[in-house]
């Protein structure tokens, strides 16, 4: 699954300033896309893609320039501009010295902004691994996103395999589609009583994600109530574990200290993983011992398949490995479809319904879905199809990435980018936001236009909010899935009638939503729409 790009940056630089501070102290896209499915803007344009395609390899060119910028304030370097933005507060910073590739640090870390596809896409492609702070490494260890090289890829096959082929994909949409309607009766119900009564969606987006990761993904029973309902099943009290997830993650963005006598962001975070590593581990064992005295069994969730898979003994998926996947996969499996969802009814509501949603609602494909349960629910498994309600859910991608940024590591002896040399030790980070929001492939970036994709198809292919290569998120097509039928059960109710006093700003941490948390009410549709 998708991880915001931010917390690697964002955590490195603090875990190295603490180590240092600690030295100063007595005793102390659609997947992996070629460069032709750029859009055909100019055979030079392409070209010059195909060329800096083979520059992320070391670079011998020692003599070429660094980019072009400043490190920013002594001791922070962009650091404020960094946790108050995103990959958004560089944004300034690639307009004061009108280059795609700029120099920036990040408290102790040199680092090496770079956006445009012509230059992330080349990087992303290539065999460079990621740039993961120690801070990830320990609250992600043993997972896919911290092995490197064969093991990852052997991995990453078996789990897409088992968990996120189209055939196991489809199967989850009843359940989702379930899970969407309960949510919209419980906004109602907690918007009832005035029509000056607003709900907070993000709060019942994230209860709802959570509980799909944890039915899917582990087994869990199905108690999704509504949020702070103190729902209970199989012995998880969901608000409880997306405390501790919580918890879990707010460890990526902070300084690793621990006190003897006093909890910290980081000793919280240690805890919360232990625990919710004893819970998997619970729920993974008594699975194999159930299989192992009954025989086979039902295979249902993703568990039930790498279980089956651990007990194969190939080898690859020992049963810690199973567990520190399922782990991770939880908690990436809401964390990026709450930041979607959320970005998706601002976009669709604030300052009213726009104009896209009620095209969607006179389309021919929708009404024809509106005759039947059957066509309904083909309707809503269509993730492929390039029709409007697709072309929607990509102008959120473009618009409001999941993944803001990712970072990679210069080989030994660095590495050139167009025409400047990278350090070996630097950081690179790969600003996905400002490269969504280039005039020369998207003409009035900042406006919200689905219709951008029917008009020039090829933009389809080249989007990178679920960043891009062989680490794009695994759960992509789940995402999607999910957001679709999202989308569209929302529109068959009704419309969301938005605060107008909210704030309209994006939150940056824990992850890249509207500030506010978008709130909220249904409005129903009235029987002639």
């Not at 899935?481 to 994006?506: K, N, W």
Request: glycine share 8%; hydrophobic share 40%; net charge neutral.
């Amino acid at each position: 699954m998708v991880f915001a790009g931010f917390v690697e940056g964002f955590s490195d630089g603090l875990a190295r300033c603490c180590r240092h501070q600690q030295q100063l102290l007595p005793g102390a896209g659609h997947g992996c896309q070629d460069v032709n499915t750029l859009p055909q803007l100019s055979l030079r344009r392409r070209s010059r893609c195909r060329s800096q395609s083979r520059l992320w390899m070391a670079s011998p060119h020692s003599g070429l320039n660094l980019p072009p910028g400043d490190k920013g304030l002594p001791l922070l370097g962009d650091f404020l501009s960094f946790t108050r933005g995103g990959a958004a507060g560089f944004e300034g910073k690639f307009e004061k010295y009108k280059s795609d590739v700029v120099t920036s640090r990040i408290l102790t870390i040199d680092t090496v902004l770079v956006k445009g596809f012509d230059q992330i896409r080349p990087i992303l492609e290539s065999p460079m691994e990621p740039a993961w702070p120690g801070t990830v490494d320990e609250l992600l260890k043993g997972s896919m996103p911290t092995i490197k090289g064969e093991p990852h890829k052997a991995r990453r096959e078996i789990i897409s395999r088992i968990a996120f082929s189209r055939e196991r994909l489809l199967s989850y949409a009843p359940f989702l589609q379930a899970n969407v309607q309960q949510l919209i009766a419980n906004i109602e119900a907690r918007t009832a009583s005035s029509a000056q009564t607003y709900a907070r969606f993000r709060d019942e987006i994230e209860v709802m994600a959570f509980n799909a990761a944890a039915v899917l993904f582990l087994g869990a029973e199905d108690v999704y109530c509504g949020a702070g309902s103190g729902q209970k099943g199989d012995g998880l009290d969901i608000d409880e574990r997306l405390a501790q997830f919580q918890r879990f993650e707010g460890g990526l963005f902070t300084i690793p200290l621990k006190l003897p006598f006093l909890q910290t962001p980081w000793s919280e975070a240690l805890d919360a993983k232990a625990a919710l590593l004893a819970f998997t581990r619970r729920a993974v064992e008594k699975r194999i011992e159930a299989k192992q005295q009954s025989g086979p069994l039902p295979t249902i969730t993703i568990m039930d398949h790498l279980v089956d898979m651990h007990l194969e003994g190939d080898g690859v998926l020992t049963k810690d490995i199973v567990i520190s996947e399922l782990l991770t996969l939880v908690w990436a499996g809401h964390s990026t479809i709450l930041s979607f969802m959320q970005s998706m009814v601002y976009e669709l509501f604030m300052g009213g319904t726009h104009d896209v949603v009620r095209r969607i609602r006179a389309s021919a494909e929708y009404r024809a879905a509106l005759e039947s349960d059957e066509a309904w629910s083909h309707y809503l498994k269509l993730i492929i199809k390039p029709d409007l309600v697709n072309d929607t859910l990509l102008e959120i991608e473009r618009l409001r990435p999941p993944v803001q940024s990712v970072f990679r590591k210069p080989p030994p002896g660095g590495m050139q980018v167009g025409a400047y040399h990278i350090p070996e030790g630097w950081t690179v980070l790969l600003s996905i936001f400002s490269t969504h929001r280039d005039p020369v492939y998207f003409p009035e970036p900042l406006a919200f236009r689905p219709e951008r994709f029917a008009e020039s198809p090829e933009l389809r292919k080249i989007l990178l909010g679920f960043s891009g290569g062989a680490r794009v998120c695994i759960g992509k097509y789940y995402a999607e899935l999910f957001c679709r039928i999202f989308l569209l059960t929302f529109l068959r109710h009704g419309d969301v009638v938005m605060d107008p006093a909210q704030s309209r700003e994006f939150s940056v941490l824990p992850g890249y939503s509207p500030k506010d948390g978008v709130l909220g009410r249904f409005q129903k549709l009235a029987l002639s729409e």
